[in-house]
Nanobody, 119 residues
Framework: QVQLVESGGGSVQAGGSLRLSCAAS????????MGWVRQTPGKEREFVAS????????VYADSVKGRFTIARDNARNTVSLQMNSLRPEDTAVYYC????????????WGQGTQVTVSS
């Protein structure tokens, strides 16, 4: 059974930083894109960032470019999202995703982790 488990969410003041991690189990995703998607109540899920299987290609939403950094460790089957200079509009549930393409999420999802940024 494939599982993606996120950790690292929490509450922070604007301008602060958080680091999200996602650990995959049940299969390896070293040949697949992994990424992060976020969602706020009443809105559709929004692409945040993705990273290729080798880690050599990354894609970011315009809203997070220069502030967020995605990385992966294929030896540990993990993907992370370092979030700096957080803004209140970054408040959302962040979901780890795997098995998709650069801009399209795949079929594997984590349970989500809440990030709250206060002004």
């Amino acid at each position: 059974q494939v599982q993606l488990v996120e950790s690292g969410g929490g509450s922070v003041q604007a301008g602060g930083s958080l680091r999200l991690s996602c650990a995959a189990s049940g299969r390896t995703f070293s040949g697949s894109y992994m990424g992060w998607v976020r969602q706020t109540p009443g809105k559709e899920r929004e692409f945040v960032a993705s990273i290729s299987g080798s880690g050599g290609l990354t894609v970011y939403a315009d809203s997070v470019k220069g502030r967020f950094t995605i990385a992966r460790d294929n030896a540990r089957n993990t993907v992370s999202l370092q979030m700096n200079s957080l803004r209140p509009e970054d408040t959302a549930v962040y979901y780890c995703n795997a098995g998709g393409t650069a801009n399209r999420p795949g079929n594997y999802w984590g349970q989500g982790t809440q990030v709250t940024v206060s002004s």
